[in-house]
């Protein structure tokens, strides 16, 4: 279900683990925010754009990720704003991609919506009555944007901030956490997650983007105490530091192969401190 979640801002639905792409509504022009993995995903997108009077020819892909570039068929020809480092992510991204789907890698190159218009740090998009505000919150990957809407004080976070999942850490940690604690510093009213529910209220976010800095940091305190006490092997550090005692019934643990998220979690920053102090 298509959701309007501030005036004229929709979440809308998509099939990885309780994805969310979005819709952003002007005086008159529309964005998109993400496409999805499936064509259908976007279409519906894009219907939905036009069945409100908008062309469905403007969008924003936060990062290169599959869920968030295989679904636009419906929006060739549109422009479409990334991050300057998300072309060479994509880039990066293909051949796995192509291996997991089983097809060439040249369908995928074809499948995926490539950007058209790039950006180093900073974006501010007019949309006639709002504003919107693309900014670098790298650590899920490296080329990741978030987005603020200042006139109804709503971030679309996309996987900087889940709530549904464990958060999966791709290029950094210390910069996941760092980018969680500068999105504290907003006056936030809503926010819409990459994953999982979308949060109201400047308290409930709160509560969750504290637990989010405090489970990264307790991670990388429990391996360091671990490799401080002379334990080497990443196996044994990753079985160690257990899903109940770090999340417990933050995050239900049989959705969303949960504890195999944590244990990607754990291995993450085992292998960054580990590499910080020279081990092999």
């Not at 894009?46 to 409100?52: K, L, N, T, Y």
């Amino acid at each position: 279900m298509i959701v309007e979640e501030a005036r004229g801002i929709f979440s809308v639905p998509h099939s990885a683990a309780e994805g969310k792409n979005v819709i952003v509504l002007g005086e008159e022009i529309a964005f998109a925010i993400d496409v999805g993995t499936f064509p259908e995903e976007g279409r519906r997108m894009a219907d939905f754009i036009s069945e409100r009077g908008y062309r469905p020819n403007r969008v924003i892909i936060t990062h290169g990720h599959r869920d968030h570039i295989l679904g636009g068929e419906a929006f060739r020809g549109a422009d479409v704003f990334a991050p300057r480092k998300t072309v060479s992510e994509i880039r990066q991204q293909i051949p796995g991609l192509a291996k997991q789907m089983g097809l060439a890698e040249d369908a995928i190159r074809e499948r995926v919506l490539h950007p058209t218009i790039t950006f180093d740090r900073q974006l501010w998009l007019e949309l006639g009555d709002r504003q919107l505000h693309l900014f670098p919150t790298p650590g899920h990957s490296p080329d990741i944007v978030s987005i603020y809407v200042s006139d109804c004080r709503l971030l679309v976070a996309s996987d900087t901030v889940v709530t549904g999942i464990v958060p999966a850490i791709f290029h950094s940690s210390v910069e996941l956490e760092a980018s969680i604690n500068r999105l504290k510093q907003l006056d936030i009213e809503t926010l819409i997650s990459g994953h999982g529910p979308v949060l109201h209220g400047q308290a409930i976010i709160q509560d969750w983007l504290n637990w989010l800095t405090s489970y990264i940091a307790g991670l990388r305190s429990a391996v360091s105490q671990m490799l401080a006490a002379g334990e080497r092997d990443r196996g044994t550090i990753v079985e160690s530091i257990s899903f109940d005692a770090y999340i417990g019934d933050r995050l239900p643990k049989d959705r969303h192969g949960m504890p195999k998220r944590h244990r990607n979690a754990v291995a993450k920053i085992a292998d960054e401190e580990r590499a910080a102090r020279g081990f092999d």
